[in-house]
């Protein structure tokens, strides 16, 4: 049995995608993984029964090019037009034409049993190739794709339009957690769901305090500092403003590493000026999902502070929560439905109101001056939410859906499918 995964990034930036891959290709599936070449990076390497097809595309090269090539004031001038909202969705048809074409154009000569979309983006691809080839159709959606954070009312409508139009041709839809099953449920009452939720593969051990020194030996930092951690793309309504404020009011001994990038860096670097807090806050580049425990691990507390202008915020366990959790750090999160199931639930930190800098900061020195109640939860959490637990509803449902193919086609089938061609092991 084979499954195309398809998905509008590249495979190192997205764990998900690869232990699913995973999972499936150790419970016997072939899995061919469809998805954007953007780094120059070795792929990783997954499984012997996983193969990755990687496709560049005209708008990503542009990307890279204004980021190696262009200074500073180009930059600037550049990402101001295209993060124009016209522009911005002018360039993603365009991207995503070219990538859907391509992949059409190489499932011509090649059967699969399921096509697995994962997300929006990749799910008129789906359609169009259940529709020709008859294949199950899997719709993975990682978050409420039209209630994003910065989407338009306009730009939502026509999301919610499309989704309307393609969810009748889905199968079995897989999402993030109870909250965002409950949506859909609400939206589409017809559609099959199963809840997956992302956590990471635990670390094999975690560092003692006295082994916890990667932050201080990268920054230099004082060997009585506590490391604060952000992790994820510097973006509005994230949090990060009133998180670099709360540090106003902390000891000095109680520094932030903020670790990603993003379009608000430079509002947060002239943030971190105006207050003065150039030596104590810190920013980490962005690192591969492979290397972002055995790092994370190396700090004192993490932390989520979405704020509630979307439904998406609002409803979603970002990843960064169950990989803080699995790296052994108590969590900060904002005070809303899809981080309180978590935190709330195990105990693993505090709920606050996001724009509040005195509650905020309250909360920081409350769990770093007394973490160990905290560590308990966030232990006991590591231990009852695994990767292991969250994959075999994957594998059931892959299950399921096998023997709902092989019974149907056990008359009819008399050609074996057909793989693409095989020597191939990257586009």
Not at 35 to 51: A, D, G, M, N
Request: proline share 5%.
């Amino acid at each position: 049995m084979r499954v195309l995964m398809i998905l509008f990034r590249d495979i190192h930036y997205d764990a998900r995608v690869q232990q699913e891959a995973v999972a499936l290709a150790k419970a016997g599936w072939e899995v061919d993984i469809a998805c954007v070449y953007t780094t120059i990076q070795p792929p990783p390497e997954l499984h012997e029964r996983i193969r990755l097809l990687r496709f560049p595309i005209h708008t990503k090269r542009l990307k890279r090019y204004v980021e190696r090539k262009a200074d500073q004031r180009v930059k600037r001038g550049v990402y101001r037009v295209v993060r124009n909202p016209f522009v911005k969705l002018a360039k993603d048809v365009v991207a995503q034409r070219q990538f859907a074409l391509r992949i059409w154009g190489l499932c011509e000569g090649a059967d699969y049993d399921v096509v697995h979309c994962h997300d929006l983006s990749t799910l008129s691809i789906g359609v169009y190739l259940k529709r020709k080839k008859g294949c199950t159709l899997v719709y993975d959606s990682h978050e409420l794709f039209n209630e994003r954070n910065g989407k338009g009312r306009w730009q939502r409508a026509m999301g919610y339009r499309a989704e309307s139009l393609w969810i009748d041709h889905v199968d079995q839809l897989v999402t993030v957690n109870e909250l965002m099953e409950q949506e859909f449920k609400n939206r589409y009452s017809g559609v099959e769901t199963t809840v997956v939720r992302s956590i990471p593969d635990p670390l094999e051990g975690l560092p003692d305090e006295e082994e916890k020194t990667y932050f201080h030996r990268y920054f230099g930092l004082e060997p009585e500092s506590k490391v604060v951690l952000f992790q994820g793309t510097f973006v509005k309504n994230s949090g990060l403003e009133e998180l670099i404020q709360a540090f106003t009011r902390l000891p000095a001994r109680m520094k932030l590493v903020l670790l990603g990038d993003g379009e608000r860096k430079e509002v947060l670097e002239s943030l971190i000026r105006e207050k003065k807090l150039e030596g104590r806050i810190f920013f980490h580049p962005p690192l591969l999902p492979r290397d972002m425990l055995k790092i994370s691990a190396h700090a004192d507390l993490g932390t989520a502070l979405h704020q509630s202008n979307c439904l998406n915020h609002s409803l979603s366990t970002p990843n960064r929560i169950f990989e803080y959790i699995q790296a052994g750090l108590p969590v900060i999160a904002s005070e809303q439905p899809g981080k309180s199931i978590i935190v709330g639930t195990y105990k693993t930190g505090r709920l606050v109101d996001p724009l509040s800098v005195p509650e905020i900061a309250q909360a920081i020195e409350e769990i770093l001056s007394e973490p160990f109640p905290y560590f308990i939860g966030t232990l006991k959490a590591r231990k009852r939410m695994t990767w292991e637990q969250e994959q075999k509803r994957l594998v059931e449902l892959y299950g399921a859906i096998s023997r709902e193919r092989q019974e149907a086609t056990a008359e009819d089938r008399g050609e074996e499918y057909l793989s693409i061609q095989p020597h191939l092991r990257e586009l």
